[in-house]
């Protein structure tokens, strides 16, 4: 009785044990995505909840431009200026938070700007419009010896690439003077901080000075995160008319 007790509790235990579960043999096949597929299963009804969510969010208003913020300017333009600007200043935030240091210029490409701020109700799809790309903001240590040469690039170019921190002039032989670095002569002895995008930094658009760099500082910002986020903290949008480059 005790041993027919004993197998019988011992039966119960392992009965009750956890099972464990292993994988002995994984099995697939191909579907091809024919006509007869897509027609068999509702796409349409599984995108368009994603699709809603997505469209919702891009066409929230953010803020709203008092005038068109447009692309039109020989050496500079509004949205040249406008962009150079809060890419300076957001980056900046960053850049003193955890280098302990300050940006001096900021260099973007004129190429890079696909289209302007119409007058208006500003969203995000504006920012995925002027900025399509996923590229991401980059500080560049340069020595004065290589500003030299960014001046150089941007009138050779004749684009007006979106520039901050930096004025000159050029004279009537088409050379740079009166370079000024936040109010201050340019000193080709001294190193200065200029952040562009990861694109422009390896010498992209034929920038090259940016591969002269002494140091490199990925900020892991994107340049269109850097637009939605200044739309969402400045509900009017406007861009500085100042001159950043003046041809004699």
């Known amino acids: 009785m005790k041993l027919f007790v004993l197998l019988l509790t011992f039966h119960i235990a392992v009965s009750c044990a956890e099972k464990k579960y292993f994988v002995t043999k994984i099995e697939g096949k191909q579907i091809g995505v024919t006509k007869e597929f897509i027609e068999s299963i509702p796409i349409e009804d599984i995108i ?30 509004p949205m040249g200026n406008f962009l150079s600007d809060i890419t300076f200043e957001k980056s900046n935030k960053i850049f003193q938070l955890r280098e302990k240091k300050s940006i001096d210029i900021c260099l973007l490409n004129h190429g890079g ?11 995000a799809r504006n920012a995925y419009e002027i900025m399509p790309f996923e590229n991401s903001a980059v500080v ?17 170019e004749k684009k007006p ?34 952040v562009t995008s990861d694109y422009l930094a390896t010498g992209n658009d034929n920038m090259l000075f ?34 950043r480059v003046i041809k004699e």
């Open 161 to 194: 690439h979106p520039l901050k921190g930096m004025t000159f002039t050029i004279d009537n032989n088409n050379a740079p003077k009166n370079i000024l670095i936040g109010g201050i002569a340019l000193d080709t002895t001294k190193t200065y901080y200029v």
């Open 48 to 77: 368009k909840p994603y699709r809603n969510k997505i469209d919702a969010d891009l066409n929230a208003v953010l803020a709203n431009a008092s005038e068109t913020i447009d692309k039109n300017g020989e050496w500079q333009t």
């Open 140 to 156: 560049i240590a340069l020595k004065g010896e290589q500003v030299l040469e960014m001046v150089n690039f941007i009138i050779s």
């Open 113 to 123: 700007i696909r289209t302007i701020i119409p007058k208006g109700d500003v969203t």
């Open 210 to 243: 940016f591969t002269k760099g002494v140091q490199k500082y990925d900020l892991e910002y994107k340049l269109r995160n850097i637009i939605i986020d200044y739309f969402k903290e400045n509900k009017v949008i406007t861009a500085s008319n100042d001159k």
